[in-house]
């Protein structure tokens, strides 16, 4: 039976749909590589163990200087804060003309006392003499010599109480009593002080020191005569080494101090807070690039690159940082290839591109950035009969998004 000419013509046309639909199926979209990353293999190398602390700066003994005096005006200030002074050097002066006068009146008192028993001496020996020829009573001679005692006594009762005047008279002057340079000054000329009060305080010798609380895990492995790297807020860094380790911990926190003296203090002061580390010793470590390392969500990851160009995310628990080099204690191998540049644009499963060095990684991103940017932005190709059905087949163009290791859906 013949089918009429029309039907004949919708089923051929039909039957080509069907294989033009049919081939656009087997058709499979080329994959595209999202990133072009350069690679790193870990490294054995043997570095520094240490651990990093925070604490503040201190002075290795700070000497608070007084007057022990009240009710004395003060004179005059030598000093300011920052000044750098040796033992013995004068600090303030205190009006001393009361003091002056009281020391005036302890000298002419000693005079008289002197006075008195050079005359009790020659009245005791000239009756001595004549009790001796009989020509006085005995009980005369005894008595002048009683007399003569006295005087001594009078005498050196007048010399404790004029150097104790002039003690107090050189407690005027504020000398410094250790060397060492002056933190704080909380006196002024004119100012009345009084006895015991602070007017200035020393850091002696300008010595200092860095105070690090550590954790009793980490406290346990510091020994003393350990070298120490202080880090200044300049970004300079001080050498010191630990003078002492706290005998106890905190028992709150389970933290213990360790005391580092720093012999040039450089940038740092009394009163900063700042970092540094602790060098525990040296021991092998495996080494990536610090780049290579993804933080997110607290843990740290790696992307390696199988033999067909897709990265795989690796959880890795990381060590030290070591310069430009991080340490990875468990997750990796020292055969592994780990992407060491664009890591961060990367998601599981992605493919990339391997290239030799990171100028190229960069210059091809940026390339294949610019071009998906052309392309989005360029006319849109009018629509013709012959264009290629919606996911029959078609392979997306990649975006700039590109360059961040996405391709843009």
């Known amino acids: 039976m013949l089918l009429p000419s ?24 080329e994959p595209v590589p999202s990133l072009a990353v350069m690679l790193a293999t870990p490294e054995q190398r043997e570095v520094t163990r240490d651990v990093v602390a925070s604490g503040a700066v201190a002075a ?4 608070s200087v007084g007057v ?15 000044s750098v002074v040796a033992a013995g050097d004068v600090l303030l002066r205190v009006d001393d003309r009361t003091l002056a006068s009281q020391l005036a009146q302890s000298d002419a008192q000693v005079r008289e006392a002197q006075t008195n028993l050079e005359t009790a001496r020659r009245k005791a020996a000239r009756i001595r003499e004549l009790a001796n020829s ?35 008279r050189d407690f005027t002057v504020v000398r410094a009593p250790v060397a060492g340079v ?72 389970r933290t ?24 525990l010793g040296r021991a092998q470590a495996l080494l990536i690039p610090g780049e290579a390392v993804v933080r997110r969500d607290g843990r740290a990851y790696v992307f390696t690159v199988d033999d067909e160009g897709r990265v795989r995310e690796r959880s890795v628990v990381t060590g030290g940082a070591h310069g430009d080099l991080v340490e990875i204690r468990d997750g990796l191998a020292q055969g592994d290839r780990v992407v060491a540049r664009g890591a961060g644009f ?7 591109r391997v290239v030799e060095s990171a100028e190229a990684a960069d210059a091809e991103n940026a390339a294949n950035a610019a071009n998906a940017a052309d392309a989005a932005n360029g006319p849109a190709a009018p629509a013709t009969a012959d264009s290629a059905p919606s996911g029959a087949g078609t392979t997306r163009e990649p975006t700039a998004e590109a360059a961040t290791g996405t391709v843009a859906e």
């Open 68 to 82: 022990e005096l009240s009710g004395l005006r003060v004179a005059s200030v030598e000093v300011e804060v920052g």
């Open 60 to 63: 290795w003994e700070e000497v």
């Open 134 to 168: 009989q020509m006085v009573a005995l009980q005369d001679a005894e008595e002048a010599e009683a007399a003569r005692a006295n005087a001594e006594a009078r005498l050196n009762t007048a010399v404790a109480s004029r150097d104790a005047a002039r003690v107090q």
């Open 256 to 279: 213990g101090t360790v005391y580092v003296d720093l012999p040039d203090p450089g940038g740092l002061r009394a009163g900063m807070f700042a970092q540094g580390r602790l060098a």
């Open 182 to 253: 002056v933190s704080a000054r909380s006196v002024q000329p004119g100012q009345v002080v009084g006895a015991g009060a602070e007017l200035l305080r020393l850091i002696r010798d300008g010595r200092l020191e860095w105070r690090a609380e550590l954790a009793e895990g980490d406290l346990l492995r510091v020994d003393v005569g350990m070298p120490v790297r202080v880090e200044t807020a300049g970004g300079g860094v001080v050498e010191g080494t630990v003078r002492t380790v706290s005998p106890g911990l905190d028992a709150q926190n």
């Open 6 to 29: 029309r039907l004949l013509a919708a089923s051929g046309v039909l039957a080509f749909a069907l294989a033009l639909a049919g081939c656009g199926r087997d058709e499979t979209p």
């Open 346 to 352: 990367l998601g599981d499963g992605d493919l990339v």
